[in-house]
């Protein structure tokens, strides 16, 4: 079988194909020496697509690179695989190509990719979209002053309709198609860093220098292990007594849930997400000299079956547990000010919740509160725990909380290398649960308080650290009585203040 051709894809509102720069050189360069990379290094192919205007989505350049795709390999001749190489939006956009036009057309068995190694993917997007366009492109270190188009940052939002739904099949229907295996497999792959670079950190926004990323992509929004759980109240019966309905429906009970199936993920240590100092692509130097990514997408790319994916992911899994293990935090980042700066670099988890009731509609009007203790109670949550919090800008009642997944489950003190204690010992208070509480009572549509039942006993049980948990919450729709009434009497009256009544 020939060798795979190789295909680059860049992230958002690039315009230069300078963007890569010299990885595509260094690769051909390690392709050409004994055991390199089995890849067709004389067809490097580098993308140019155009995620700087408005009116171009996601789902548009996915259907561009098909067509771009299809001419490249017609003019290679034969039926041509390639491996193709992502930076941020690039894996994105290469999924949806994927999952449009081979996973729903079931076709993958005539897929011609055989890898996607993603570098830091914005699989669930990133907290930079919600910005907005002028104050991205004023981030010159990252954007060089252009604004991203509108439609690719609507993709690219913390718990977007488009980025779930992509997701959500990802959990349930691809680990049916064991992508890895069979006669024409395709080998996914996620590489992010979690490192900072603060020459390119803006002070006036806090999320380009987030732990638990690498200043644009969480690990958990980069990862594709990720899961699935939808928790519902219990439907009413018609003309059911108040009391004895708000006392049964109190309770959330687990409806479904789903994972993904275990996909390669490896945390590369010392890089950021963009720069020529510790980018995880602009970093790269054509040079001969060992570098973190080039490493990793070489193990990548060296992967033919099955297997030899599963032992990867075996590694890359155990090499991250070692990379975030208690005592090396400690010494990963020591900025040096008066007085020294440390940052602490646990592991985070993200989770997205989704307020639906049983209509479908979206229930934005209740607010959801994170609990801890025996007592459920929201004043006794750890110090710290919650690194951020966003709700989507165009999906009400779709929120991401972004949780620091060490504080949550406790950690010993930290100590620096000359044994002062820097962070002393958090102490976890479990179980942690949610409740629902609305924010008016008294409507004629409402929706009722409701908290974890007993069949998920503590939160942590479906939260992993850097992964992304979509949880969906379906309440139930109440319609009072007082929604529709008739009277007997002709004489005009004002129902304006009636009271609800009961359950209609």
Known sequence: MSKPLLVFVHGWSVTSTSTYGELPARLK????????????????????????????????IARGFDQAIAKVLAEAGGKRRFACITHSTGGPVVREWLDRYHVQRKTLDACPMSHLVMLAPANFGSALAQLGKSRLGAIKAWFNGVEPGQGVLDWLELASPESLALNLRWIHDYPKLKLT??????????????????????????????????????????????????????????????????????????????????????????????????????????????????????????????????????AFAAENAQHQQLSRRIEIEKIPVLPDR????????????????????????????????????????????????????????????????????????????????????????????????PREAERFVEHWPAELGADIADLLDVIRPNQTTIIDLRLTRVVREGVFRFTRSLAARDFRKDPPGGVA
């Not at 060296?302 to 990867?312: E, F, H, K, N």
Request: glycine residues 10%.
């Open 29 to 60: 360069a390690e392709a050409a020496k004994a055991g390199g990379p089995g890849i067709d290094v004389a067809h490097v192919h580098l993308g140019q697509y155009v995620s700087f205007r408005d009116e171009v989505t996601v789902a548009d």
């Open 181 to 314: 295996e069979g006669a024409n497999p395709v080998f996914p792959f996620v590489l992010s860093g979690d490192a900072i670079d603060r020459k390119l950190y803006d002070h006036i926004n806090s999320y380009t220098g987030e732990t638990g990323g690498d200043g644009v992509v969480r690990l958990a929004a980069a990862n594709l292990d990720c899961s699935h759980l939808v928790l519902a109240q219990e439907p009413l019966q018609p003309g059911e007594a108040l009391p004895a309905a708000r006392k049964r429906l109190r309770t959330l009970r687990k409806v479904s849930s789903g994972a993904s199936a275990p996909s390669a993920f490896k945390i590369v240590p010392g890089v950021s997400h963009s720069g020529t100092d510790m980018g995880i692509l602009g970093s790269v130097r054509n040079d001969g000299q060992p570098h973190p990514t080039v490493d990793a997408v070489l193990r990548c790319l060296g992967v033919t079956s099955s297997a030899q994916y599963a032992a990867l992911r075996q």
């Open 342 to 437: 440390r940052y602490f670099h646990d592991p985070h988890a993200m989770v997205i919740f989704r307020l639906l009731d049983d209509t479908g509609a979206r229930v934005p009007d209740m607010n959801l509160l994170l609990t801890a203790g025996p007592a459920a109670d929201p004043n006794q949550l750890p110090e710290n725990f919650l690194t951020d919090r966003q709700g989507n800008r165009r999906a009400s009642g779709n929120l991401a909380f972004f949780l620091n997944h060490a504080v949550l489950t406790g950690c010993p003190e930290l100590r620096d290398e000359d044994g002062k204690v820097r962070r002393p010992e958090l102490i976890p208070r479990p179980p942690y649960g949610l409740r629902l509480q």
